[in-house]
């Protein structure tokens, strides 16, 4: 029989893409898996799959801006599956436009589920990592945060993000917690199919031109961004913190 305690994880925005793919391989890492959405049921058909491949999670409806159902989550993650001790803060949204024509609300909506979600999701969760003396989160930038026309709003959360990840890595690293960034180019999800079809193009055509650009001459694949979480969140990359890391299939600049 083996004695090795299972580690609880959380993954907000894993009803699907990045996030489901990344659950799924936490779970076969052995981590047990908080699948945390908007929708509680869109999040169930990745519990499914997780379970049937043997392993263990729970499907968990919660807006990450929310600052109570926040705590309410974790909480509930907490007393049902483990006390959490890994956190990827996967969950975004996208409100493209020109600057001229950026809404308020569109600005809001993105600060609030990326920036107030991550530090929501981040402050509730350190707690259960402090006491373990041990902890792992990564949060989910983007090589927008470098700029990229029509996202004021995400390039600045995304750019913040990088901030956040640095500072709460120099105040959580001697509790054992390492936070760390993803950075992600061009990925094949529902996102980029969407960004395609408000730019008015096939996504295939919008896929071939960006691949065009890309070093490695492919796309992004939600794998990609999995096996980079897999790594930070590990025990042998506890020595490596408050670091972006482009998954971009070539270099940024
Ligand atoms: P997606 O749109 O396929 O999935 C995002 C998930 O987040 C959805 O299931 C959605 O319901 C959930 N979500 C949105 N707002 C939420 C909220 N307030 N509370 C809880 N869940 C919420 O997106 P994708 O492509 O899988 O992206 C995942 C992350 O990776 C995002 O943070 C995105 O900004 C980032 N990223 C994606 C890239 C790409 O090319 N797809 C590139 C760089 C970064």
């Known amino acids: ?10 993954v907000t925005g894993a009803a699907r893409g990045i996030g489901a793919t990344t659950a799924r391989r936490l779970a076969m890492d052995g981590f047990a898996v908080a699948v945390v959405d908007l929708d509680e049921s869109a999040c169930q058909s990745v519990v499914d799959e997780i379970e049937s491949a043997g392993g263990q999670a729970i499907a968990v ?6 600052e109570q159902a926040v705590t309410t989550a974790v909480e509930r993650i907490a007393t049902e599956l483990g006390r959490p001790t ?5 969950a975004g949204i996208l409100r493209d436009n020109l600057l001229f024509k950026m809404t308020v609300a569109d600005w809001d909506a993105v600060m609030n589920v990326h920036l107030r979600g991550s530090f929501l999701m981040s402050r509730a969760a350190q707690k259960y990592m402090t006491e373990a003396k041990w902890g792992r989160i990564v949060n989910l930038s983007s090589t927008s945060a470098l700029g990229n026309r029509g996202q ?15 500072t ?7 509790f054992g917690v390492t936070v760390n960034a993803i950075a992600p180019g061009f990925i094949e999800t529902d996102m980029t199919a969407a960004t395609a079809e408000r730019m008015g193009v096939s996504f295939e055509e919008f896929r ?4 065009a650009q890309i070093p490695v001459g492919r796309s992004g694949k939600p794998e990609d961004v999995a096996n980079a ?6 025990d042998g990359a506890g020595f490596v913190s408050g670091q972006v ?6 270099p940024t600049n």
């Open 1 to 10: 029989m083996s004695t090795a305690i299972t580690r609880t994880a959380i």
């Open 61 to 66: 409806g919660a807006d990450v801006s929310d």
């Open 168 to 174: 709460l890595a120099i105040e959580l690293g001697k």
């Open 152 to 166: 004021a709003n995400y390039a600045a959360a995304k750019a913040g993000l990088q901030g956040f990840t640095k």
């Open 245 to 250: 890391l482009y998954v971009a299939g070539g």
């Open 229 to 234: 979480v897999s790594f930070f969140v590990g």
């Open 208 to 211: 071939d031109a960006l691949v």
């Open 86 to 90: 890994v956190l990827v803060n996967n």
